[in-house]
């Protein structure tokens, strides 16, 4: 990381969200390939003809949502100061920050569709012999047949507003919490 807080600020800023937007961007091309069907609207604005697909819509949400939280935990961790010192676990701290809150964006936004996939209970049925992991199966088995029984446009509305909320959340407790009083 750059000594220059604001050069770290922005580079931060700029690195996170776009590891936010591959990642999303890649769920949606995951679910497009599943048989989500892309939705375009047409705007007239004279004599211009812009089309927007409408699923890019929350995937423009969530890059500028994470833009704000970002910038949020980097001022939070490098404030201004009269000089250009920098405290030396800021750099950790904003590394943990970062690590923790995409894991948990990840996380919310992929594991529900590894549960409902075939490949998944496939595993879990050759290891289903131990008796506390069939249960947990079961259990899991029955939760996940009911989330993806959903509409498609549910699962996929629920998934980006849940890992983007999950992220905002991760993002500014660990953010916030983290400062240390100077005496």
């Given at each position: 990381m750059p000594k220059n807080p604001a050069l770290t600020r922005l580079s931060t800023v700029l690195g996170t969200t776009a590891v936010i937007f591959l990642l999303d961007w890649f769920f949606l091309a995951y679910?497009?390939?599943?048989?989500?069907?892309?939705?375009?609207h047409e705007f007239i604005l004279g004599?211009?003809?812009?089309?927007?697909?409408?699923?890019?819509?929350?995937?423009?949400?969530l890059v500028l949502v994470s833009l704000i939280a970002w910038f949020e935990v980097s001022f939070a961790l490098f404030p201004r100061r009269s000089a250009p010192e920098q405290d030396t676990l800021s750099t950790l701290r904003l590394v943990r920050v970062i690590l923790v809150s995409?894991?948990?964006?990840?996380?919310?936004?992929?594991?529900?569709?590894?549960?409902?996939?075939?490949?998944?209970?496939t595993r879990m049925s050759t290891a289903s012999n131990i008796a506390q992991l069939h249960d947990f199966a079961q259990s899991v088995l029955s939760t996940g047949k009911s989330v993806m029984g959903l509409d498609q446009i549910?699962?996929?509305?629920?998934?980006?507003?849940?890992?983007?909320?999950?992220?905002?959340?991760?993002?500014?407790?660990?953010?916030?919490?983290?400062?240390?009083?100077?005496?």
């Open positions: 679910i497009e390939s599943k048989g989500f069907g892309l939705k375009i004599t211009v003809k812009l089309s927007i697909p409408l699923q890019w819509l929350p995937v423009m949400g995409v894991a948990a964006f990840v996380c919310v936004l992929y594991i529900p569709y590894i549960i409902g996939s075939d490949w998944f209970w549910w699962q996929y509305s629920i998934s980006q507003f849940a890992s983007l909320l999950v992220m905002v959340s991760f993002a500014w407790i660990l953010g916030r919490g983290s400062r240390r009083i100077r005496k």
